[in-house]
T-cell receptor, first 116, second 115 residues
Framework: DGGITQSPKYLFRKEGQNVTLSCEQNLNHDAMYWYRQDPGQGLRLIYYSQIVNDFQKGDIAEGYSVSREKKESFPLTVTSAQKNPTAFYLC???????????????FGPGTRLLVL | RKEVEQDPGPFNVPEGATVAFNCTYSNSASQSFFWYRQDCRKEPKLLMSVYSSGNEDGRFTAQLNRASQYISLLIRDSKLSDSATYLCVVNMLRILTGGGNKLTFGTGTQLKVEL
């Protein structure tokens, strides 16, 4: 089955700890994205990558880092510098295209991060 | 003013009712529009894209009004299984560094269909 997988489903972080969230897709999509969702707020873009070995900061990148060494993988690290990490983290992918092209994004099941 | 605004609801409707949601967006140059459905504690899933001429998919109809900058979603003969949060998503033609477009998400409208 083609799709996007995220692991783990739940993740607990201690103060001062870095944690990494996994995102894998087998849709052969070029573009991948990380969002954060908090109650009562829309999804906010953390980082995105349009192509392998390239990624860019979104609207709320502070305290996060990413890598894109393989087309199918886009892990997100929540560092100790992120002071309010408790949220629902969603990874998405899209075919990738040129500006102006309709960009439907497909989401993974999400990881819920809680701070102990 | 929010870039994409939705009434948060909840909309509580009886089974079989027709319900409509509106969403307004701030950027008149926006090019493409979507409705996503999100169940509680799950990921958003694409419900339908919204085309200029309006489009229908079974019990769901989406409309776009560019002059007034709003899109709508109509659900006919609502089912219990339609209970979810409906997200309005707009491609605001904000070009991302390296290419591609940024999608802007509304906060969602919650629908509860009751017996």
């Amino acid at each position: 089955d083609g799709g996007i997988t995220q692991s783990p489903k739940y993740l607990f972080r201690k103060e001062g700890q870095n944690v990494t969230l996994s995102c894998e897709q087998n849709l052969n999509h070029d573009a991948m994205y990380w969002y954060r969702q908090d109650p009562g707020q829309g999804l906010r873009l953390i980082y995105y990558s349009q192509i392998v070995n390239d990624f860019q900061k979104g609207d709320i990148a502070e305290g996060y880092s990413v890598s894109r060494e393989k087309k199918e993988s886009f892990p997100l690290t929540v560092t100790s510098a992120q002071k309010n990490p408790t949220a629902f983290y969603l990874c998405a992918s899209s075919i990738g295209g040129f500006p102006g092209q309709q960009e439907t994004q497909y989401f993974g099941p999400g990881t819920r991060l809680l701070v102990l | 003013r929010k870039e994409v605004e939705q009434d948060p609801g909840p909309f509580n409707v009886p089974e079989g009712a027709t319900v409509a949601f509106n969403c307004t967006y701030s950027n008149s140059a926006s090019q493409s529009f979507f409705w996503y459905r999100q169940d509680c504690r799950k990921e958003p899933k694409l419900l339908m894209s919204v085309y200029s001429s309006g489009n229908e998919d079974g019990r769901f109809t989406a409309q776009l009004n560019r002059a007034s900058q709003y899109i709508s979603l109509l659900i006919r003969d609502s089912k219990l299984s339609d209970s979810a949060t409906y997200l309005c998503v707009v491609n605001m033609l904000r070009i991302l560094t390296g290419g591609g477009n940024k999608l802007t998400f509304g906060t969602g409208t919650q629908l509860k269909v009751e017996l």
